[in-house]
């Protein structure tokens, strides 16, 4: 629809994602504008300081928090420095950690380490809920004026040659077919001095912006993992407020990267969930059957036992480190957070970092404009300060530490003790790694040995349908499907004969689904969009890179409530 009026709207700084990273970024900004303003009244000679209401921050779900999800553990080291007095403020930290344990799994049995690795030790950390901790932070954003816009999703990066110079958002009220219905609204045009690109993990413009300039060039590949994870509630007496609980081994085989987790928000309200690499070697692989099989295991299901199940989600986990990292400054924009990969794969913790960085882009952005000057050369700041603070520290510590899995668990707890003494390095400065797509096999390579599949019971264990219900997701039925696949005969053929349609399992949310063929000559790929979770675990991980995840019509998607 290239040729419809839009309008323009300009601001001086546009931040698209209102997770903790944009939201960081944005609060932040507030101060120094604060600061700044106290500065002119004392000297009337300083130059004029940007305005709060000159700063959008753009969203696409319904709601600030309503996409954020994680089973998550914050280390408040970044939170003190941007709000020192968070406990008066009533930032809503459900407990501090109370314990810490770590148990190797069987199928049928489990060992507990006899002291838990020093990255998985998370005295002074709180165990909490992203949805609530997000919404707060946007209360203390829209509190200092800022322009905060939920269900508007960012379509298209607007440049001026390779210039940033602002996004399109989506265009609403817009038919399957493409066409506009009664009720159309063309996006606008948001120009900007600076845009901070904070989208959260695989963001669909970061991706673009990465591409079009080669960000990533020089660099490794980024790595991911599939987070799936529930809510549940469960008979007082079994677990303590704070517990954190990490497993390893089953159910994911010796050759595959991730682990469980257990945190317990009360007494009562535990958030489990399985962390799998993408980078697994057999198509038939199904993250959330491989979820339900870990909940079946004797000491989950004992604990789980008479529990309800109230919330699902699914979310995928940049994982590559610091040597993944793409150049995060450009002409007139930044790139903050899980967009950019700053996560501790190590810890699996990076909502620290998402606001650390936040921070420094906001920083820099203050300074560039305050200079009249949003050019790379300027906002290059930006990379040298993250560069220059904890946030490197903490990386470089552990900057080969998913590479060191490449061959499995065993060989990659070997090179991970032996960079924990190494300083991050191991046997090599730099480990090499692949594409997570690169490693699936076919199935003629794989061989015919079954998977063993869940029988859902519907109490303990459940089907996907019966968990994306649980996830609260919703789009409007009518409108073009987010999930852009190039080429159907590929899915149809090719890859149905070489490996097995694999998205039909990758999917958490059974968006993807192999229906026979109304003349009975065989299979054909069905999308089922309205289904998805946002987790972009098909855009990571289909292995001829044919499906595209952008956004869906601004306000669709998961709506994570307490979670």
């Not at 050019?375 to 290059?380: I, V």
Request: hydrophobic content about 35%; charged content about 25%.
């Amino acid at each position: 629809m290239a040729d419809i009026e839009r309008e323009t709207l300009e601001t001086d700084v546009l931040i698209v994602g209102a997770g903790p990273a944009g939201l960081s970024c944005a609060l932040r900004l507030a101060q120094l504008i604060k600061a700044s303003k106290e500065q002119q009244e004392a000297d009337e000679s300083s130059p004029r300081g940007l305005t709060a209401e000159n700063i959008y921050v753009l969203e696409k779900a319904g709601e600030v928090g309503a996409h954020c999800l994680s089973g998550a553990v914050l280390d408040p080291r970044a939170l003190r420095e941007l709000v020192p007095d968070f406990q008066t403020q009533g930032a809503p930290l459900e407990t501090p950690v109370t314990a810490d344990a770590v148990y190797y799994l069987t199928s049928s049995g489990s060992w507990k380490l006899p002291f838990n690795p020093p990255f998985l030790k998370n005295h002074g950390n709180y165990i909490i809920s992203v949805n609530k901790f997000v919404k707060w932070l946007g209360q203390l954003v829209e509190k200092e004026g800022i322009n905060l816009f939920a269900g508007f999703a960012g379509s298209e990066i607007l440049f001026e040659g390779s210039r940033v110079v602002g996004v399109r958002t989506d265009d609403k009220g817009v038919d399957k077919d493409g066409r506009p219905k009664s009720n159309f609204q063309p996006g606008y045009n948001l120009r900007a001095k600076v845009t901070v690109f904070a989208e959260g993990t695989r963001g669909s413009l970061t991706k673009q912006l990465v591409k079009k300039l080669e960000l990533d060039r020089g660099r490794n590949p980024q790595s991911y993992t599939a987070g799936v994870k529930e809510l549940w509630e469960i008979p007082a007496g079994r677990i303590r407020a704070g517990q954190v609980i990490h497993t390893a081994g089953w159910p994911l085989t010796s050759r595959q990267f991730g682990g469980g987790f257990i945190y317990a928000l009360s007494d009562t309200r535990l958030s489990v969930g399985l962390v799998s690499g993408l980078d697994y070697e057999d198509p038939r692989f199904d993250p959330h059957n491989a979820f339900q099989r870990f909940k079946t295991h004797p000491r989950l299901k004992k604990l789980l036992a008479g529990g309800e199940m109230v919330r699902y989600g699914a979310k995928t986990i940049p994982e590559g480190g610091y040597f993944a990292i793409p150049q995060t400054a450009v002409d007139g924009a930044l790139i903050a957070g899980d967009s950019a990969g700053f996560l501790n794969s190590q810890r699996l913790k990076g909502i620290h970092l998402a606001m650390k960085t936040g921070m420094l882009a906001a920083e820099a952005v203050f300074d560039a404009l305050m200079k009249g000057d949003a050019s790379a050369a300027a906002l290059a700041a930006y990379e040298n300060n993250w560069r220059s603070s904890w946030v490197k520290d903490e990386l470089r510590k552990v900057r080969n530490f998913h590479q060191g899995f490449e061959n499995g668990f065993w060989p990659g707890a070997f090179h991970g003790a032996l960079q924990f003494v190494t300083g991050g390095r191991g046997l090599h400065a730099r480990y090499a790694s692949r594409p997570d797509f690169a490693h699936m096999r076919k199935l003629e390579v794989i061989g015919s040995a079954p998977i063993e599949k869940i029988k859902p019971d519907g109490k303990l264990t459940f089907d996907k349908l019966s968990d994306v219900y649980h996830s609260s997701t919703h789009h409007e039925e009518d409108q073009p499907s987010h999930l852009r696949v190039a080429d159907f005969d590929i899915c149809n053929n090719r890859c149905t004969a070489e490996y097995g349609n694999p998205c039909q399992y990758f999917c958490p949310a059974a968006v993807y689904e192999m229906e026979e063929k109304a003349d009975g000559s065989g299979k054909r790929l069905k999308l089922n969009p309205s289904n998805c979770v946002h987790c972009k675990t098909c855009d990571i991980a289909d292995p001829y890179e044919i499906i595209t995840w952008v956004c869906p019509e601004g306000g669709g998607g998961p709506h994570y409530d307490g979670m």
